[in-house]
């Protein structure tokens, strides 16, 4: 008979609010006195750099988006695209790796018969649910024919709608 294991789940203990805190007012006053704080800092530090001074404090820099792009690692995981043979032709050939490894289970493959001999399968359907996409890059990692990739450098992902958030085989080969 199979030996029966209990688990202790242990929980946080609650602690119970002060009257300063349910009072509001004082914790609002602590939060602008801390804002006033950073602001007033990065202020001087920033005026002292103008002149010369506090050259090892950098201070906070806001990045002025969209106009300025925050530099990202080349390793950085961005939009799907799909690879192109010399002809045009997407590198994918069906064989559903991607779709099986991936966690979101949001790649949706159907294949047919390539017209090439040499080549088995071609997508006729190739969706990706970027709005359940969890940018793990496995379907990447897991694609034997360099077919997929995270490289595109688009981030500013988004729709009104969840169909909007499907990318279809052409969207993926632009
Ligand atoms: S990045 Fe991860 S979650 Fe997104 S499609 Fe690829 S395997 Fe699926
Ligand atoms: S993208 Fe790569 S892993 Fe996915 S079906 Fe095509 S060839 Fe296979």
New binding site residues.
């Given amino acids: 008979m199979a030996k029966e294991t209990k688990v202790k789940v242990m929980k946080a203990p609650i602690r119970d609010r002060t009257f300063a805190e349910r009072a509001y007012l004082p914790e609002i006053a602590k939060g602008l006195r801390i804002t006033a704080e950073h602001f007033w800092r990065n202020l001087f530090v920033h005026i002292g750099r103008l002149f010369g001074l506090h050259t090892k404090d950098k201070g906070s820099v806001t990045f002025q988006y969209p106009e300025e792009r925050r530099p990202f690692s080349p390793r950085v995981r961005s939009l799907h695209r799909?690879t192109k043979r010399e002809d045009g032709t997407?590198?994918?050939?069906?064989?559903?790796?991607?779709?099986t490894i991936c966690p979101a289970k949001c790649?949706y493959?159907i294949?047919e018969d390539h017209p090439d001999p040499n080549i088995e399968k071609r997508?006729r359907k190739?969706d990706i649910d970027i709005g359940v996409c969890v940018f793990c890059g496995l379907?990447v990692e897991?694609?034997?024919?360099?077919?997929?990739r995270m490289d595109t450098g688009i981030f500013e992902i988004s729709s009104y709608t969840r169909e909007g958030m499907i990318y279809h085989k052409e969207d993926l080969l632009r």
């Avoid at 897991?142 to 997929?148: G, H, K, Q, T």
């Fill in positions: 799909l997407p590198r994918c050939v069906a064989c559903m790796m991607c779709e790649i493959i294949g997508p190739f379907c897991a694609c034997p024919e360099d077919a997929i």
